[in-house]
């Protein structure tokens, strides 16, 4: 009989079951959600009649709220109890979802998305931490993990499907098709999660997950302004950001527990690898938006075309990760990261040269192999430099930071790419930008709209080579230390087996 006080685990034989369809489910819903909007936002800027910049808020908005909310998410968890944050978090992104689905303004759509974001920030770390204490020790974690893990690479490649063939029938069924699912969710978690686990007293940094999403929200708002040219709201909003972020960052110092413990930034190779991190989710953000408007825009691809076209970069994104994993305990990761680093340069660099007039092959499968390949090379060496040579205990907020840094990277990334691909398209088409009909381009319009998309991805080129420098200048960890992080991963893992 188990003793008093000890846990009791809901599923002790094997994982598969109702429990692991709702958590995984909810993961795949947020994978996929990411992934369909990029292929519907042509779709959408022509019915909801979007600038370029109010256009780039329909994937930054979300980003920004997923991101700034992400940590804090977690803990609300622990706070409230797992299962009803969980339910909670799964509720708001549903009703998010539908307000999407139904949306008729620019302003209605984005305010949604920041719900449908705060939604998946509550859920998606609380589904982690449900696993933890609904499934017991051993094989039935295992694989349950195995499970929740492989839903990002499936929800990756199944969004290019599902979400080009749901915005050939209308963009709006993008959004729509998560308020089922959601229901379904909700339905089956309220009868098949259990209510474990004690809540904590725990006093959560609201202040400080205001704060960062503020300044990056209006940092993003400068950047992506600037397309049209910089005017008085333009430096205000880049002048307040950074008053703002600092004002976070001086936050963190004090609260008790706050989302970004600073002490995680003393050692200086791993502060390098967060600022690496943060620039390959800029630059990711921005190569998939870009392109994927690029090929429907201008080369002509339908939503569905434009989303098979790209199946090929999720293979060659595992390829890359495959070579640097099995070079990562033998190399120092910053050659590795240098290796992937200047294969995105010259892959970027190459996709900038693309005209208006390509064909799939070879002209666009060559950019899409070259950069998957590229940054899965990048993103495996700074991935497991993120734990190099630490407690088991540091694992988990390094990697949940890591993770942060990632996503909020993605808008101003993209927030930068879209102001200098507005620029310079208004260069070729001059005070006719702003009349452009996408759904009939003129020669010219499509000429200047194919060099504000391809010449942006110069951008995405000097990331790639500020990553490289910056990996062979400050990242220091050694393959050892690697090893040693590995182990450290695995005595976490342990250690929340026997919790």
Known sequence: MPHAGEHRYPVTGSAFGLPLMVLCALQLMVVLDGTVVNLALARIQVELGLTDAMRSWVVTSYALAYGGLLLLGGRIGDVFGRRRAFLGGVAIFTLASLACGLATTPEVLIVARIAQGIGAAIASPTAMALIV??????????????????????????????????????????????????????????????????????????????????????????????????????????????????????????????????????????????ICLLLV????????????????????????????????????????????????????????????????????????????????VPELLIGILAIGFGIGMVLIPLTLSVVAGVAPADVGPLTATALVSQTLGGPLGLAAVTAFGEARARSIVGDGFDSINREALTGLERTALAAGYTDSLLICAGLSALVVVIAVVFVRFTADDIREGKKAEAAANTNRDNA
């Not at 691809?301 to 305990?329: C, H, V």
Request: no cysteine; aromatic share 10%; proline share 4%.
């Open 133 to 274: 204490v609904t499934f017991a020790p051993g094989r039935p974690r295992n694989q349950a993990f195995t499970v929740f893990a492989a839903m990002s690479g499936l929800g990756s490649v199944m969004g290019l499907v599902v979400g080009g063939a749901l915005t050939e029938a209308s963009w709006r069924w993008i959004f729509l098709i998560n308020v089922p699912i959601g229901l379904a969710i909700m339905a089956a978690g309220l009868k098949a999660l259990t209510v474990v686990g004690p809540t904590e007293r725990l006093a959560l940094d609201v202040r400080g997950a205001i704060l960062a999403t503020a300044a990056s929200t209006l940092l993003v708002f400068g950047l992506a302004g600037g397309g049209a040219g910089a005017d008085i709201v333009v430096v205000a909003a880049l002048v307040i950001g950074v008053v703002l972020l600092l004002a976070f960052f001086y936050s963190q110092r004090t609260a008790v527990n706050p989302v970004l413990p600073l002490h995680m930034f003393a050692n200086r190779s791993r502060a390098a690898v967060f």
């Open 281 to 360: 989710g800029a630059l990711m953000m921005a190569m998939t938006v870009q392109v994927a408007l690029f090929v429907q825009e201008v080369v002509g691809y339908g939503p569905l075309q434009a989303g098979l076209a790209f199946i090929p970069f999720a293979f060659a994104l595992g390829l890359g990760t495959f070579a640097a994993g099995s070079l990562a305990e033998r190399t120092q990761p910053r050659w590795i990261i240098t290796a992937g680093g200047l294969i995105l340069v010259a892959g970027f660099v190459y996709a900038s040269q693309l005209g208006e007039d390509i064909g799939y």
